[in-house]
């Protein structure tokens, strides 16, 4: 991976959305609702205020508005600060 997040950041892979269908009618990606979980794929150092806790792996619970989407190689990802990860999922 070519990206490494900068100080609290960490960049997240969303687990995909699932696949909705109402009396046979497909629901279209953009109807879709966000998932709100994912998988940590690149951290920061942190700051020297604010240590990085998460780890490459960790799955994660993040808010509905949380991060800035970004595209690389085709796949999308989610970037935001460590403090917009709600949970760690055991």
Excluded: S
Excluded at 3 to 18: G, M, N, S, Y
Excluded at 24 to 41: F, H, M, N, S, Y
């Amino acid at each position: 991976m070519n990206i490494k997040p900068l100080a609290d950041r960490v960049l997240v892979l969303p687990a995909p959305a699932e696949e909705k269908t109402i009396g046979g009618i497909i629901i279209p990606d953009t109807a879709k609702e966000k998932p709100l979980q994912g998988e940590i794929v690149a951290v920061g150092n942190g700051t020297k205020d604010e240590e990085m806790v998460l780890k490459v792996g960790d799955k994660v619970l993040y808010g509905k508005y949380a991060g800035n989407e970004l595209e690389f190689d085709g796949v999308k990802y989610l970037i935001m600060r460590q403090n917009d990860v709600l949970a760690v999922l055991g």
